[in-house]
């Protein structure tokens, strides 16, 4: 060991050095250890959604995003709601029996399939391969659709129609009833998507 003594610039200089590294090294391993916790968009994006359905009208539709999947929220009118019953010999799965865990909540199976006959809300994508379908509403003879058509949702991929209760027609490609996403009523005007319980 050698007793000659430390140059005190060299031991400052040598102390600066590892302090710089050291703290180099911190804010190089934050970022990388951060991006095992879920983003504030991650988060959010499995939490319920608050809708104001206010200002929708009758034959009106309202898309909202929830996981990632458009929700529809339909305020049907007076006589599509009246239509519905008659449609149950032409559909595959009238009373929504076939998977109904996956595809009908309980408070959902009932004609309308959901908590007021006045408001469909179900997930916007196909239960053949997760095309997006468009509303057709109006009734009457349509390209693609039959000249009885009483209005509903048509899937422009492979041909799929459903009904104004996102109830599919038999022999379609699709093999269920469109998904009714877990919801509740906060009030006349408000409603929640995510959850099944209105907040206490």
């Known amino acids: 060991?050698?007793?000659?003594?430390?140059?005190?610039?060299?031991r400052n200089l040598l102390a600066i050095t590892c302090g710089v590294g050291a703290?180099?090294?911190v804010a190089a391993a934050v970022p990388f250890v951060?991006?095992?916790?879920?983003?504030e968009r991650a988060r959010a994006a499995g939490a319920p959604v608050e809708v104001d359905i206010s200002g929708l009208q009758p034959s009106q539709q309202l898309t909202v995003e929830w996981r990632g999947k458009p929700?529809?929220?339909?305020?049907?009118t007076p006589e599509q709601l009246a239509e519905l019953p008659k449609l149950d010999p032409e559909l595959a799965d009238p009373n929504?029996?076939?998977?109904?865990?996956?595809?009908?909540?309980?408070?959902?199976?009932?004609?309308w399939r959901s908590r007021?006959?006045?408001y469909l809300v179900v997930v916007g994508i196909c239960t053949h391969l997760g095309c997006s379908p468009i509303d057709k509403f109006t009734p009457g003879p349509q390209p693609s659709l039959p000249n009885d058509w009483q209005g509903g949702f048509?899937?422009?991929?492979?041909?799929?129609?459903f009904d104004m209760a996102g109830r599919v027609f038999k022999n379609k490609p699709a093999?269920?009833?469109?998904?009714?996403?877990?919801?509740?009523?906060?009030?006349?005007?408000?409603?929640?998507?995510?959850?099944d319980k209105a907040p206490a």
Not at 101 to 109: I, K, M, N, S, Y
Request: net charge negative; with cysteine.
């Open 116 to 118: 007021k006959p006045e």
């Open 154 to 161: 048509l899937c422009p991929c492979h041909g799929s129609t």
């Open 23 to 25: 703290v180099g090294g």
């Open 175 to 195: 093999p269920d009833n469109l998904e009714v996403p877990p919801y509740a009523f906060l009030s006349d005007t408000r409603l929640i998507i995510g959850t």
């Open 1 to 10: 060991m050698s007793d000659q003594p430390v140059d005190p610039n060299r």
């Open 71 to 76: 929700v529809w929220i339909v305020r049907r």
């Open 34 to 39: 951060s991006s095992f916790q879920p983003s």
């Open 96 to 111: 929504s029996l076939r998977h109904p865990d996956e595809f009908t909540p309980e408070f959902a199976r009932n004609t």
